[in-house]
């Protein structure tokens, strides 16, 4: 062991006749302690909600789509459906067509976005369906493949928070009203269709669960009055981090006229809003580290003031002031790696059981259920960069003061 680390050991395990120095020395370790683990468990949040909230984006809608660039949806959709499926990276293609609908049962009603689809394409495309209650997905097949009777209510399947807002049940009749309606000499009034609730689906990301309903894809045409006529055409690939090249590849290959989205762009005021806030929880909470550096400022300075004389008698045996300085370096560096060793203990610990036990959350406000932990080995080298950083810098002064000890002058009185 050197020479300098082992007399800073010493210094820290050492009694002393000022017991205010080790309660100083025993708070920096535990500031220290603190901060570290404040920081490990914000960043593990922020990092969960990012992933939580990625990876529900990602499964529930598709990673691209296609539109017509006038707005007046895309005809003759079969053959470009077929086309561009093939392209590279696409791994399946959905037809859809969506608009904003009033849903009501009785008094009660709530605003939706209904997407009319082919439930057996849709599911290679998007896993909403995969959280639907059970016969949802039967009842969406086209009404030729499903047997359905004459004269029975279409089916429409919603979300569950949207079926609790309007005090729907599986089962039951809800009216559905579509602004896209026939020209009278009263005026536009808007289409309205009887639906029977055929399911629910939860996917725990609120923007779905309380805003969507599926219907069946010639269903939804006949409601706007858009028969055989697209909205969109949804893809799957391979790669959603890629989403913006292939989006680009596929935009190429259906023609002019025609325009894509990706989940990126849709949400990327989303995504960019998360990483400012995880640099902002980053600064605001590393404050405690910083008070716990400035704490260990605080017990290296009375420490010199208590060891000014063991200073002096080493420097006349011919310890070097180098020597001296380091050894107060040392003991700061001790400080802050114990501290911050006990923090990433606490912080992952303390991130494991939130992850474990579910802290619930209310999803109108935070559009997740649960409180997400997903801490990370890249964050624990950072927040230990940062901790013992700080240590070292707050031993600056004082080990700079001890190596400026004068023994003569010290021994003076001795």
């Known amino acids: 062991m050197r020479f300098e680390f082992f007399i800073a050991a010493r210094y820290l395990k050492a009694k002393r006749r000022q017991a205010v120095v080790g309660v100083v020395t025993a708070i920096s370790v535990a500031g220290v302690t603190a901060g570290v683990a404040a920081l490990v468990i914000a960043l593990a949040i922020t990092n969960g909600m990012r992933r939580d909230l990625q990876d529900k984006l990602v499964d529930s809608t ?215 806030e995880q640099a902002v929880t980053f600064i605001v909470i590393a404050l405690i580290v910083m008070v716990a550096a400035l704490n260990i400022l605080i017990a290296l300075t009375m420490m010199v003031m208590e060891k000014t004389r063991d200073i002096a008698v080493m420097m006349s045996f011919g310890v070097q002031p180098g020597q001296i300085r380091r050894i107060f370096l040392f003991q700061g560096l001790l400080i802050g790696v114990i501290g911050t060793a006990l923090g990433l203990i606490v912080g992952y610990l303390a991130s494991w059981a939130g992850g474990h036990y579910h802290i619930p959350l209310s999803p109108d406000v935070y559009s997740i259920d649960t409180l997400p932990f997903a801490p990370r080995l890249r964050d624990a080298v950072i927040v230990s960069a940062v901790s013992i950083g700080m240590s070292l810098l707050a031993t600056l002064y004082p080990s700079a003061s001890a190596a400026r000890v004068l023994p003569a002058e010290a021994l003076r009185y001795e």
């Open 62 to 276: 598709a990673h691209i789509q296609l539109m017509a660039m006038n707005g007046m949806g895309i005809r003759d959709w079969r053959p470009l459906l077929a086309h561009l499926s093939k392209l590279p990276h696409v791994v399946a293609a959905s037809p859809g067509i969506w608009e904003q609908v009033l849903v009501a049962r009785g008094p009660r009603d709530g605003g939706a976005t209904v997407l009319g689809i082919l439930p057996n394409d849709e599911m290679h495309v998007s896993h909403l369906l995969d959280h639907a209650t059970p016969g949802a997905i039967e009842a969406l097949q086209p009404a030729a493949d499903s047997g359905a009777q004459g004269g029975a209510l279409p089916p429409i399947v919603l979300g569950a928070d949207l079926a609790q807002t309007i005090g729907a049940s599986v089962g039951d009749s809800v009216l559905v009203i579509s602004p896209q309606g026939s020209l009278t000499p009263m005026g536009i009034i808007p289409n309205y269709v009887h639906f029977r609730l055929a399911g629910t689906y939860h996917t725990g990301f609120y923007q779905y669960d309380s805003e969507m309903g599926l219907l069946r894809l010639a269903d939804a045409q006949q409601l706007f009055d858009e028969p055989d006529l697209l909205s969109v055409i949804g893809f799957r690939v391979d790669d959603p981090n890629r989403a913006p090249e292939i989006a680009q590849e596929i935009e190429k290959a259906a023609g002019p006229g025609f325009m894509t989205t990706n989940w990126t762009d849709t949400n990327r005021e989303l995504f960019r809003a998360l990483k400012l």
